[in-house]
């Protein structure tokens, strides 16, 4: 049976995350020896720990010195909004971990065609940054934070930043607001990913207007486990939330089975704010939802004292809805798709719902 593995931290002490990790690695029968692996950490952007933007520099170097002590070949990569994978480590934190312990850095700028034989999209090849199978093994380690559009990024949601940046905007502006479609395509992009483990790093998560802008707060959860659907949905049962686009999906195409879940008990999460931006796949007539889309889904909306103007909500919007207008973005709401990418990449969250 597939498993879920937990355990509730209250801090990033080293010593209990590298027990956790190597307690948890012996309980999914992970064997990751000699091998030449590399770690995905969520890098949306080159914010400080304290922000809970990015997985934690601390949860990285716990999971590579359980790995550098099996004798592992160490890479490490992300595909960033909009700086280099180096700066945004190096703003993170993560690249001191890097240095320390003698780390690689793939930066995610191949352009790799992947096939998907079978997928739940309607869609079959994918441009990614990195080839996943050029390593024996890919470590997943999203971060705990809510996602305008998809309600939540975990493990799944992670794995999209295997796509080449240049790609990202062109797979919103094809799902545009179905965020059905945009679940399944990300469902496809994890398969063809494969990661061997998937590991959650919750113990300081972010709630509210996520995954960049959000309010960081004290959870206290880690996870891991072989299945990242498995653990999704098990997270989303923890916090309360139900039928969020990707499990929905992966209930749809049996994704999801039985787990057991190992380790210490978590107990459920009171008071987790999710995003202001409202489910947008309504069971009806499409001229319909299209209607109600217009009046109730949430728009994004500048807050001029905290705009600094940029420019990047410019570069990453993928319908082309913003103009500058003296010196400061203006939005087209008629031609925006509500992907609320300007909104994740605004590194001054100057950007609301």
């Not at 509500?338 to 590194?347: F, S, V």
Request: proline share 6%; charged share 25%.
């Amino acid at each position: 049976m597939k498993r879920v593995v937990t355990a509730a931290l209250s801090s990033y002490d080293p010593g209990a995350l590298q027990q956790f990790f190597q307690e948890g690695f012996e309980s999914i029968g992970l064997s990751l020896n000699h091998c030449k692996v590399l770690l995905k950490p969520n890098l949306v952007m080159g914010k400080p720990p304290r922000k809970a933007v990015n997985t934690h520099p601390d949860v990285v170097r716990a999971v590579a010195a359980v790995l550098l002590d099996r004798s592992c070949d160490v890479y490490i990569g992300d595909s960033p909004g909009y700086e280099s994978t180096e700066r945004a480590l190096k703003g993170s934190g993560i690249m001191d971990v890097v240095k320390d312990m003698g780390l690689k850095v793939v930066p995610f700028n191949r352009l790799i065609t992947k096939r998907q034989q079978s997928g739940v999209s309607p869609y079959r090849f994918f441009t990614f940054g990195e080839d996943p199978c050029a390593y024996d093994a890919v470590v997943n380690l999203p971060k705990l934070k809510t996602h305008g559009m998809m309600g939540l990024t975990l493990g799944v949601k992670n794995t999209f930043g295997f796509i080449h940046s240049l790609e990202k905007a062109r797979w919103h502006l094809r799902a545009g607001q179905d965020r059905m479609l945009f679940a399944s395509i990300l469902i496809d992009i994890h398969r063809l990913v494969s990661p061997a483990v998937t590991i959650l790093d919750g113990i300081i998560a972010m709630d509210r207007e996520g995954p960049s802008s959000g309010r960081a707060r004290d959870m206290g959860l880690i996870a891991l486990s072989r299945d990242a659907f498995a653990l999704d949905h098990y997270i989303e049962q923890i916090i309360g939330i139900a039928s969020l686009p990707i499990t929905v999906k992966a209930m749809e195409h049996g994704l999801i089975g039985e787990y057991d879940v190992h380790g210490q008990k978590v107990p459920p999460v009171a008071g987790f704010e999710m995003p202001k931006s409202v489910d947008t796949d309504w069971a009806l007539p499409r001229f319909v939802k299209k209607i109600l889309r217009s009046v109730f889904v949430g728009k994004p909306r500048l807050n001029l004292e905290k705009c600094r103007g940029c420019g990047i909500c410019l570069k990453v919007c993928p319908a082309g809805s913003l103009v500058f207008l003296d010196q400061r973005p203006v939005f087209d709401h008629k031609r925006c798709i509500r992907c609320y990418c300007c909104q994740e990449m605004c590194p001054e969250g100057a950007i609301t719902v």
